[in-house]
C-alpha cells in the first residue's frame, strides 16, 4: 500500500537515514521506534507527504484516504466538538455544512434544489447508513467527552487533543499516520485506542513510548537506528529480542574475524622468511587482503542511569490525610478521604483526566489548600517532587548545571556527574535551560531529584516526553529506590515495574485504595483490555 525506494534524507550536513528501502503493507500495523532525534517524527511527516525528502521515492497506492493525527490543537478553537470530528471527512463536512446553509433560503429555487440533489449524492457516497452523528458521538463518548455541541475553546488542552485523534479515526482513512496518540490519554482511553487500531484494516504507522501499547497493536517494527529504518516482525518486545541477537551476531562476526586476522598476521611473520613455508605465507597475505572485519555501529539508543538515593532512612510515619475534602465548583475531587501511607509502598496513581490525580499530589505537597481536613507529614520525611508541568518552570538563560546548583547542592563535579548519567554531555551542559526539548526538560527534572536525594518521590506524569528507554530505567529506579514514592501515571509498563499500591480515583470523590501490583489489581477488577 505504501513502497519507499531510496530514501535518504538530511537536515544540513546531518544524515537522518540513507537508501531506506520498504514496503509497508495493508492489514499490518507499523510500531516507529528510535531513540530522540534519530528522526521518527521527521519519517513520519515524509510518509504523509508534510515534507520533502532528500532523495528517493514515496509510492501510495491510488485512491487510498490517509489520515494523519493532527497536532496544532488550537486551530479548530471556533468548532463544537462534533464539527471538528466531522471535519475530518472534509468531504463530507463541506456537503453537510452547504446543506444546512442552503436549507435556511427564503425561497427554494431549482438551483438551489439542484444543488442540494447533488450534496444528497455526495453525502450518501461519504456516508450510506447516514449514521455519522452517532459515530461521532460514540467516539467521542469513548474518549470521556459528552458534551458534543460545546465549543473547542471551551475545553482543556487535554481534551483537545482527544478531539484531534477522533477527527482522524473518524473517516476509518485506509493508511494511517499516527506520531504519539497516546499522549494525554488516560489508561481507559488508551485501551479504547487499542482496541479501535487493532481492528484497523488498512495500514498503520504509529510512534509511541508506550511500550505496552505498542505490544498490543503492532504487528511490525521499523526501527529508526544506524542511519537505516529496518523492518522486524512482530510486537515491542519480539523487536527487543532479535534486535540483540542480531546485535550479538555481529559483535561474535566480528570477533571471529578479528582472530583469524590475528591468527594470519602470526603465520605470515613467522614464516614469510622461510623458503619451504613461502607459499603458504603467501597464500594467507591473499586472504587477509580479502578480509572484510566490519566497524561495530553505533546505536543512536543511550540508556540513562537512573539512581534515586537518600540523605536519610525514612521513618515509619510517612503520610496521612484525615477526612480530606476537596472541590471546584461542583466538581467534587476528595470526599472525606483518609488515607496512610506505609513504609515500603510504591502507590501508582491512576484514573481518567480530571479526577484530581495533580490535585492530590499538590495537596500532599502544600502546593494546593484542602478544603477541609488534615495533612500529616511525619519528621523523618524529605520530599521530592515531580511536577506535571515542570518543563514550563524550566525556563531562562541559565546553563544545565547552573540551574542544579542551589544551596545544598554546590558540587560542580557531582552536578556534571549527574547530568552525564542523564545522557547530556559536556557540551550539551553548556545550553540555556530554556532551549531544552519537553524530553530534555524532564531528564534535567529527574537530574534534580537524583541530587535532592529525597526519601519519598512525589512524580506527576514524570513519563511524559521521555523515550523508551528513559521509561524502563525510571521504572527500575523506582524499583530500586530504597524510599517510598507516589507516581501519577498512564503508562501500564511503568507502573507495572514498581508500584505495590493502587491508587484508583474514579471520579466524584469515589477512591479505590489497593494493595497489589497493577496487574493482580486489573484481575480483581475484571479490567478486560481486549
Request: aromatic letters at 8%; glycine letters at 6%.
Amino acid at each position: 500500500m505504501v513502497e519507499i525506494k531510496g530514501l535518504t534524507h538530511r537536515f544540513g550536513s546531518q544524515l537522518l537515514f540513507e537508501d531506506v528501502n520498504l514496503k509497508l503493507n495493508s492489514h499490518n500495523r507499523y510500531g516507529l521506534i528510535g531513540a530522540n532525534g534519530a528522526g521518527k517524527s521527521t519519517f513520519l511527516k515524509i510518509l504523509s507527504g508534510q515534507i520533502e525528502h532528500t532523495s528517493g521515492d514515496i509510492i501510495i497506492e491510488s485512491n487510498k484516504k490517509i489520515g494523519v493525527l493532527g497536532q496544532d490543537q488550537f486551530a479548530f478553537e471556533n468548532f463544537t466538538l462534533k464539527d471538528a470530528v466531522l471535519w475530518g471527512n472534509k468531504r463530507l463536512y463541506d456537503a453537510i455544512k452547504e446543506k444546512e446553509k442552503l436549507y435556511l433560503s427564503e425561497e427554494f429555487t431549482d438551483e438551489i434544489n439542484e444543488r442540494l440533489s447533488e450534496l444528497e449524492i455526495i453525502t450518501a457516497e461519504e456516508d450510506p447508513t447516514y449514521e455519522y452523528e452517532t459515530r461521532i458521538e460514540k467516539i467521542l463518548s469513548s474518549l470521556g467527552l459528552h458534551e458534543y455541541d460545546k465549543l473547542m475553546s471551551q475545553i482543556e488542552s487535554s481534551d483537545k487533543v482527544k478531539v484531534l485523534l477522533a477527527q482522524v479515526l473518524f473517516p476509518k482513512p485506509d493508511i494511517l499516520f499516527l506520531d504519539e496518540p497516546t499522549n494525554n490519554l488516560d489508561i481507559d482511553a488508551i485501551a479504547w485506542l487499542e482496541r479501535e487500531l487493532i481492528n484497523h484494516e488498512g495500514t498503520l504507522v504509529v510512534i509511541s513510548h508506550d511500550r505496552h501499547f505498542l505490544n498490543r497493536v503492532c504487528t511490525h517494527i521499523l526501527d529508526v537506528d544506524f542511519k537505516q529504518i529496518r523492518e522486524f516482525s512482530g510486537n515491542y518486545d519480539d523487536w527487543y529480542i532479535a534486535a540483540n541477537l542480531v546485535a550479538k551476531q555481529a559483535e561474535m562476526e566480528r570477533d571471529k574475524k578479528l582472530k583469524e586476522r590475528e591468527e594470519l598476521e602470526k603465520f605470515i611473520a613467522r614464516f614469510s622468511a622461510n623458503a619451504s613455508k613461502a607459499k603458504q605465507a603467501t597464500s594467507r597475505a591473499k586472504q587477509l587482503e580479502k578480509l572484510q572485519i566490519n566497524e561495530i555501529k553505533i546505536s543512536s539508543r543511550r540508556d540513562p542511569s537512573i539512581l534515586f538515593r537518600t540523605n536519610r532512612e525514612i521513618g515509619n510515619e510517612l503520610i496521612e490525610l484525615t477526612a480530606i475534602n476537596k472541590k471546584f465548583d461542583d466538581n467534587v475531587i476528595l470526599d472525606n478521604f483518609n488515607f496512610k501511607m506505609n513504609k515500603g509502598d510504591k502507590i501508582a496513581i491512576i484514573g481518567t483526566n480530571g479526577v484530581g490525580k495533580s490535585t492530590l499530589c499538590k495537596i500532599l505537597m502544600s502546593e494546593l489548600e484542602a478544603d477541609s481536613g488534615k495533612v500529616h507529614i511525619g519528621a523523618t520525611i524529605e520530599l521530592g517532587y515531580f511536577a506535571q508541568d515542570s518543563s514550563n518552570k524550566i525556563t531562562g538563560t541559565l546553563k544545565l548545571y547552573e540551574w542544579l546548583q542551589d544551596s545544598k547542592n554546590k558540587d560542580l563535579d557531582e552536578i556534571r556527574k549527574c547530568l552525564g548519567r542523564m545522557l547530556f554531555s559536556g557540551a550539551e551542559q553548556e545550553k540555556e535551560v530554556g532551549s531544552l526539548s519537553g524530553g530534555e526538560k524532564h531528564r534535567l527534572m529527574l537530574s534534580k531529584l537524583m541530587l535532592q536525594r529525597a526519601n519519598l518521590l512525589i512524580l506527576d506524569e514524570p513519563n511524559n516526553h521521555l523515550d523508551l528507554e528513559a521509561i524502563i530505567a525510571l521504572g527500575e529506579a523506582l524499583y530500586n529506590f530504597s524510599g517510598s514514592c507516589i507516581c501519577v501515571s498512564h503508562d501500564r509498563e511503568l507502573i507495572d515495574a514498581f508500584a505495590n499500591r493502587i491508587l484508583h480515583l474514579k471520579g466524584n470523590g469515589e477512591i479505590i485504595d489497593f494493595k497489589g501490583s497493577y496487574e493482580e489489581y486489573r484481575t480483581t477488577y475484571a479490567m478486560d483490555e481486549k
